[in-house]
């Protein structure tokens, strides 16, 4: 088999067997091209020195760490599953290492920044659905992709909360507070065709499931009105929630639970954002933290 068919069963494998996303399968077929671009020998007879220059022709080109290290992630796994398959005796990617990333802390709102975007009653069917998802971003820490494909059976409000598909399918509930429930109420109570379980719990025109550029599009909308900034986009909700629910509760663990993260190192970026927190706090009121005069 060519090299072209053993990396289209893999994909193959990966949205079947997996079930990942379209667009995660598309970032691995866009990395293992990059792949079969840069070196000249079959796959089979791949070995470690080449992962190593494809690396470095990957850095040389410009490409972030964190694009060499997802693109070194993809490579593994392509030979994960030959090696699985009896296509080669042994994984030559899993000795390799890409640069390492700066560690980037995620943008949030501070919870003035969260009231004063709150601050605001719907006078239209639209307003009702946009803030139903900006209250069900903020107050569940849902992702976008989980957010647009929830549908009206998936919602509890008597029991106060949602089902949603993460990353992997794999499905969560988490709980919706009560401003979130009082707000998909009243959207529910304008939107057409609520009573179909079934149906999308948030549309667009036609009463077709709403698209995530559009609610990118809205949330932008509504900062510029509230905050005077369109510097607002899903994922900062989301990291806005984690932020601010570890800052009052210190539960990291169930933090985790609520984001879906599959490891716990993930959600470990928010302790960092807790003690820029509190460090802010200590500089602030501490009479020794100033810096000491001559």
């Known amino acids: 088999m060519s090299d072209q068919g053993h990396i289209e069963r893999f994909l193959d494998y990966l949205t079947i067997e997996k079930?990942?996303?379209?667009?995660?399968?598309?970032?691995?077929?866009?990395?293992?091209?990059?792949?079969?671009?840069?070196?000249?020998?079959?796959?089979?007879?791949?070995?470690?020195?080449?992962?190593?220059a494809f690396i470095g022709h990957l850095h040389a080109s410009g490409l972030a760490p964190k694009s060499i290290q997802r693109a070194l992630?993809?490579?593994?796994?392509?030979?994960?599953?030959?090696?699985?398959?009896?296509?080669?005796?042994a994984n030559p990617a899993a000795l390799n290492k890409a640069p390492k990333a700066r560690s980037k802390l995620p943008n949030t709102l501070d919870?003035?920044?969260?009231?004063?975007?709150?601050?605001?009653?719907?006078?239209?069917?639209?307003e009702r659905r946009d803030r139903a998802m900006l209250e069900l971003l903020y107050s569940s820490g849902v992702r976008l992709s989980e957010l647009v494909g929830i549908?009206?059976?998936?919602?509890?409000?008597?029991?106060?909360?949602?089902?949603?598909?993460?990353k992997g399918n794999k499905t969560r509930q988490v709980p919706l507070g009560s401003h979130s429930v009082r707000a998909?109420?009243?959207?529910?109570?304008?939107?057409?065709?609520?009573?179909?379980?079934?149906?999308?719990?948030?549309?667009?025109?036609?009463?077709?499931?709403?698209?995530?550029?559009?609610?990118?599009?809205?949330?932008?909308?509504?900062?510029?009105?509230?905050l005077g900034s369109s510097q607002l986009h899903p994922h900062m909700l989301r990291?806005?929630?984690?932020s601010h629910l570890l800052e009052s509760s210190g539960d990291l663990r169930a933090v985790q639970e609520l984001l879906g993260h599959a490891d716990i190192s993930t959600t470990q970026v928010y302790t960092h954002l807790d003690f820029q927190h509190l460090a802010k706090v200590y500089d602030a009121a501490h009479p020794r933290a100033g810096s000491t005069e001559e």
């Not at 969260?114 to 006078?123: C, H, K, V």
């Not at 549908?151 to 949603?164: E, K, N, P, S, Y």
């Open 19 to 52: 079930r990942y996303s379209d667009n995660t399968v598309g970032a691995y077929r866009r990395d293992l091209a990059k792949l079969t671009k840069h070196v000249d020998v079959p796959l089979p007879l791949l070995r470690s020195h080449h992962i190593n």
């Open 73 to 89: 992630s993809s490579v593994r796994s392509l030979f994960a599953y030959l090696e699985k398959n009896k296509v080669v005796d």
């Open 111 to 126: 919870t003035d920044q969260a009231a004063r975007l709150f601050d605001f009653e719907p006078t239209s069917d639209l």
């Open 151 to 166: 549908d009206i059976r998936d919602v509890d409000l008597t029991a106060g909360f949602v089902t949603v598909t993460g």
């Open 184 to 226: 998909i109420e009243q959207w529910l109570t304008c939107r057409k065709g609520a009573r179909d379980p079934a149906a999308p719990l948030f549309t667009a025109g036609k009463g077709r499931r709403i698209n995530p550029r559009t609610v990118q599009q809205r949330l932008k909308r509504l900062a510029r009105l509230q």
């Open 239 to 242: 990291h806005s929630f984690a």
